[in-house]
């Protein structure tokens, strides 16, 4: 190829580049408002819009979602997003659905008929974007369908979850790379907040990257202050936090109880808190994120279990009442604070009776594993599911009705079922709010004859065709509550009439669900027949071990700059100290001022208001020496006299 064609070829090639990132920035700025991306955001689209498998590595609050959303939206066919997080794929469809974007969501708890119209909407309808949680990837009924769909792009959230080094393992993470069997030519965005050098390398290799390909934003966050409080009283702690920060905060705890407990001492307090914990009902749980999301609660008192996928940009601060069991979960978490790029606070308050309960509960994680396969079998029988039966199927499931029948410790069942569920055998979800939904299984001139021919129920079908659109192709979401005000009727009334619509095959009504969820992976088996690999529990027990062991020094050390044992655990080496966490402030007060400092220091502060010597004292209590020099000094030199009243004050 001459040199003039090579200049011509590469004139053409950067004018294609130019086109797309100008289109890039046009869908930003029509569907979200912004003028331009955040740092890194720009080359992951690019990476992907080219077609290249791509694994981007940005902080929480960094902007993921965009870095599928823009370059999948640029393009023709729809995107499969695969997450783990129910409440997470709930939040972002409806946010799409806000900006007019055609989006919707597969996961556990839905009925058959619902995954059938909605695979059947990704091929045949205009949708952009389909999530997936990653035990739907093996189904017969996805892999079947989804070779019939444009799809232009794998996005994988959470992907450190695909890696045996990762700290949230998830065995149905291992089935994406099976797509490429079935959509070849499909490019794969991996997604992270979270992952150190071992879990990157795991990550592209489970995926089956063609090539090496990372984008990773520094694990910096330099407006957020982590801070390290050895407490002995940690609620008084707690409550002056709460008094100095203003602003809106969130408080972690590990006990669901706690969480109430802790809330309702900041309300005696006059501080205005709320509480929240996967226990409630998914209502209760929605109601209470929107009052804090909304301001309406300044403070929110949680387990892990409130905000994973919350965009709210101005949490000021996110304080630990206890110490979580990895390094990954504690970044993640505190990185909730500060989003909008203000200072922010990641607090944790700390002594040594953390330390003696944390390794409890690590014990408690990993039950004997005869006590696992004795639980396994009383699931079964839970739900009178035969031997070789179950694959596929899912079941609404209360924690405390099944440790009660069988009088497991809830403690006890919950831990097995999450090895269980490492193993692959099962999922088990968190309660989540499924509306009632539904859908017109007739056509248009066939509900006009029902409806002429049974009058009794032509109210009510005209009252929901007005009050809702998409009625004949998908499931939608109906309140019967507004249906029965505005037909101003009772819910009950409402509810018979969709359940006899609903047995006259005119619609199929799906009552609403509010339970967790457990989904069957594969047939039961039994007790004899259930395997669970020795070596792969000891592996994640030895590696949980190590995660805390690492918590652990990040707590306890006093000595090192706390954004360095962050950065060095992530990967990133030779990090310069903050300047701001309780080490790096510590330090700088041990440091001898400058005089020249101090001076102006105290002519600033004897500027806004004269000062007894105690008063003006006290500002200086970690430099106490020289400031008593310095007063000195300026006494003598006639700056500073004493007033009438006896303070300090600066001569007129």
Known sequence: MSLAVQFLYLCKYRAIVRTYMDRYQKILKDHWGYDDFRPMQHEIIASVGSGQDTLGLLPTGGGKSLTFQVPSLAQDGICIVVTPLIALMKDQVYNLRERGIKALAIYSGL????????????????????????????TELFRIRVQGMNVNLIAIDEAHCISQWGYDFRPAYLEIANLRELIPNTPFLALTATATPKVVDDIMDKLQFKQRNVFKKSFERKNLVYWVKHSDDKLNDLTRLCQRNKGTGVVYVRSRRRTREISEHLQRNRINADYYHAGLSAERRDEKQ????????????????????????????????????????????????????????????????????LKQSFTNSFPDIKLIKQIYESLGNFYNLAVGSGKGMSFDFILADFAKTYRYSMIQAYNALKVLQSEGYIELTDSVHNPSKIKFLVHR??????????????????????????????????????????????????????????????????????????????????????YISRENYDFRKNMAANKLKAAVYYAETQDRCRSQILLQYFGQKNAP????????????????????????????????????????????????EAFLERIRELMERGIIVRDEDGKLCLKK
Not at 523 to 530: A, C
Request: hydrophobic content about 35%; charged content about 30%; some cysteine.
């Open 445 to 530: 001139d066939e509900l006009y004859e029902f409806q002429v021919a049974n009058a009794a129920f032509d109210r009510l079908i005209k009252l929901i065709l007005r009050s809702y659109t998409g009625l004949f192709t998908d499931f939608v979401a109906i309140d019967e509550l507004m249906l029965a005000r505005r037909a101003k009727s009772s819910v009950e009334v409402i509810f018979k009439y969709l359940q006899r619509l609903n047995n006259l095959k005119i619609v199929r009504y799906i009552p609403q669900k509010n339970n967790p969820i457990v989904f069957y992976r594969e047939e039961r088996l039994s007790r004899e027949n259930l």
């Open 290 to 357: 929107e009052e804090w999301k909304s301001n309406r609660t300044r403070i929110i008192v949680a387990t892990n279990a409130f905000g994973m996928g919350i965009d709210k940009p101005d949490v000021r601060f996110v304080v630990h009442m206890d110490l979580p069991d990895s390094l990954e979960a504690y970044f993640q978490e505190a990185g909730r604070g500060g989003r909008d790029e203000k200072k922010a606070y990641g607090i944790l308050l700390y002594n040594k009776q953390d330390h003696t309960r």
């Open 111 to 138: 009925s058959k008929d619902e995954i059938d119209t909605a695979l059947n909407n990704c091929i045949y309808g205009d949708y952009k974007f389909l999530y997936v949680s990653p035990e739907r990837l093996g």
């Open 577 to 624: 100290e903050c300047g701001q966490c309780d080490y790096c402030v510590k330090k700088q007060k041990q440091q001898p001022l400058p005089n020249k400092v101090i001076t102006q220091n105290i002519l600033d502060a004897l500027e806004e208001k004269p000062l007894l010597p105690k008063d003006l004292k006290d500002k200086f209590h970690d430099h106490q």
